[in-house]
């Protein structure tokens, strides 16, 4: 399934995996579902449908919001939300946009009462975390707009076991989204055209204890940038839809053991190019399409 964030992929190419707590909530306008093959519509890896998260474009010179949370598990969470319009009287224009967030939790465990009796060295699997967001745009007229903005996520979070290494089992992400968008409309054509580069750093130590103690380190990192664009012309009962894609995804990783001489490697890259055109005709007052 495709997951864009505002029409840009999130999906890394090692595994198609999407990191979906690098996502602020609170700046969500809306979120459209499409069921079933999409590719003929959104490019590769829409093969089991798509989902579009459309984050808040501000209307007021400045507005904002901080908000505080508390929950169990002495669990924080904050966040801030900052955005502004040059000139909100009128449909163009400059405005830009500063959110970010923490959170933190001692967490909780996720063994049973008896498991946790058969091995001493299960913890509670916490987490910190923490992301922010800084988004430019203009709007060159009420139908197109230009748009840049960079995301920045860090997590560490405890997997639940802790032998000798000072924090036990955990995972940390280091992610870094960099993106550029030109889309709008006139008259009967559509268009959206977007660049991004996506840098996810993954670090990961295991350590367990069966029989004998293990100890390694889980190094990779996950690069994926392209061009995407997609281009619709509508006719009365017909609409033409084509585009292309260029991407290129990589990962270079490797499980570097300690308590061995093994080292295994994790190394790729993959190059697309797409082209894609689609023809769509409305019969019996839309209810039937080809």
Do not use: C
């Amino acid at each position: 399934v495709l997951v864009m964030l505002d029409g840009i992929p999130t999906n890394k190419s090692d595994g198609g995996s999407v990191n979906w707590n690098m996502f602020n909530n609170d700046q969500i306008e809306r979120i459209a579902v499409v069921k079933g093959p999409g590719s003929s519509l959104y490019g590769g890896n829409a093969m089991g449908g798509a989902i579009n998260i459309i984050t808040k474009k501000p209307t007021q010179y400045i507005e904002g919001k901080v908000s505080a949370n508390y929950g169990t598990y002495n669990t924080m969470h904050g966040q801030m939300n900052l955005a502004g319009r040059l000139n909100p009287d009128s449909k163009k224009g400059f405005y830009w946009t500063l959110n970010s967030f923490y959170r933190q939790s001692d967490g909780y465990m996720t063994a049973s009462e008896a498991d946790q009796l058969a091995n001493p060295y299960l913890v509670k699997s916490d987490l910190k975390e923490w992301a922010a967001t800084a988004k430019v745009g203009y709007d060159l007229n009420p139908n197109s707009s230009l748009e840049l903005d960079l995301l920045y996520y860090d997590d560490d979070r405890a997997t639940g076991e802790k032998v000798f290494q000072p924090e036990g089992n955990n995972r940390e992400h280091d992610t870094y989204h960099l993106r550029a968008r030109y889309y709008g409309e006139h008259n009967k054509l559509k268009w959206n055209v977007n660049l991004f580069y996506l840098n996810e750093d993954y670090k990961r130590i295991s350590e367990y204890y069966k029989d004998d103690y293990t100890f390694y380190k889980v190094l990779s990192e996950r690069k994926d940038l392209g061009l995407l664009s997609s281009f619709s012309y509508a006719l009365d009962k017909q609409t033409i839809t084509a585009g292309f894609d260029l991407k290129q995804g990589s990962v270079d990783a490797k499980d570097v053991y300690y308590t061995s001489t093994d080292i295994v490697y994790n190394r790729g890259k993959m190059n697309t190019l797409g082209l894609f055109i689609q023809d769509e005709i409305k019969l019996l007052n839309d209810k039937l399409k080809i």
